[in-house]
């Protein structure tokens, strides 16, 4: 038997979508008992490395595997002995053989959860490997746009900013446009990536005449740590043309979505009024990433799914 894995959205069947997102709705209700606790995992062993920063990713997958009742065990590149020269793939190992019984993996690097799920016979979740894939946030996002407008199926998904940079980007892209979303990419030229033609995608630099035509507005941060800020004239720049301010929310359609995925860069891509807006779904996400992680855990780990 194949060991489940969920490294990519790219070719997720529309069954275990479906089946995903209902165990997440039912996640959902156990988190708003008083005891938001199941004992669905107990016995199990979650093992999280991160190799590069995180907050909510990090904490909410442990908080999911704790929900679940499965132990955890946090490893952090800076304190481990990744620093005396350990390879990742006998860091890898070392936790499979301690009994670790699935790997929570994110990397500055693109392809290191996929290389870990054939170096070691566990499932792997890919946590955002490099500008490749973050297929967690990308189904957290799926989850929460369906509870406000079910048929994702020619639902107008437009992502706006740094798109070369975002993994976060490439796993909606290709999540939604799956399921039968018209996806469009707004971005300076410089922040699309060269492959983009080839993407299910429109892409358009005119922000403003795309909004009105917008269910869905997914907003995202410039990845200076990637060096974004040289492809650039100004941040000030980026705001003037990319940024959403009232005016350019007021262009949205009634019960359009904004979402986030965090962290926001306030009165850079969103304004601080706008943030505050009813339609911005920013808490929304982090709170149903528990559950969907709750939800990804149990049908990796208990769930029998070996696709
Ligand atoms: C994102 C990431 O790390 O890919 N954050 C997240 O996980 N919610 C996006 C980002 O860092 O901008």
């Known amino acids: 038997m194949t060991v489940p894995t969920l490294l990519s959205t790219s070719g997720l069947k529309q069954d275990f979508v479906d089946r995903l997102l209902a165990e997440a709705a039912n996640f959902t209700e156990v988190l708003s008992r008083p005891i938001p606790v199941v004992p669905a995992l107990r016995g199990t062993t979650v093992a999280m490395m991160f190799f590069e920063n995180s907050t909510r990713t990090r904490i909410s997958f442990e908080l999911a595997a704790r929900r679940l009742s499965a132990e955890v065990v946090s490893f952090t590149a800076p304190t481990s002995s990744v620093t005396k020269g350990e390879s990742l793939r006998d860091?890898?190992?070392?936790?499979?053989?301690?009994?670790?019984?699935?790997?929570?993996?994110?990397?500055?690097?693109?392809?290191?959860?996929?290389?870990?799920?054939?170096?070691?016979?566990?499932?792997?979740?890919?946590?955002?490997?490099?500008?490749?894939?973050?297929?967690?946030?990308?189904?957290?996002?799926?989850?929460?746009?369906?509870?406000?407008?079910?048929?994702?199926s020619g639902l107008r998904l437009t992502i706006v900013g740094d798109i070369e940079n975002s993994r976060v980007a490439r796993s909606n892209i290709w999540l939604f446009s799956g399921l039968g979303a018209q996806v469009t990419l707004v971005a300076p030229g410089t922040l699309l990536p060269a492959a983009v033609d080839s993407w299910p995608v429109?892409?358009?630099?005119?922000?403003?005449?795309?909004?009105?035509?917008?269910?869905?507005?997914?907003?995202?941060?410039?990845?200076?740590?990637?060096?974004?800020?040289?492809?650039?004239?100004?941040m000030r720049e980026f705001q003037m043309r990319f940024g959403i301010d009232e005016r350019r929310a007021a262009l949205l359609p009634d019960g359009a979505l904004i979402l986030h995925p965090g962290p926001m860069n306030r009165d850079i891509e969103i304004s601080p009024a706008v943030a505050r807006r009813d339609n911005v779904l920013v808490g929304e996400q982090v709170a149903n990433g528990v559950a969907v992680r709750m939800a990804v855990l149990y049908m990796l780990l208990a769930g029998g799914d070996d696709d």
């Open 202 to 234: 429109r892409t358009t630099g005119d922000l403003d005449s795309i909004l009105p035509e917008t269910d869905v507005l997914m907003l995202l941060r410039i990845q200076r740590e990637r060096g974004a800020g040289a492809r650039l004239p100004s």
């Open 91 to 152: 860091t890898a190992e070392t936790l499979a053989h301690m009994g670790a019984n699935a790997l929570v993996v994110r990397h500055a690097a693109a392809g290191v959860p996929e290389a870990m799920s054939r170096w070691v016979n566990l499932p792997v979740i890919n946590a955002g490997d490099g500008r490749h894939e973050h297929p967690t946030q990308a189904l957290i996002d799926l989850f929460t746009v369906s509870r406000h407008i079910p048929k994702v």
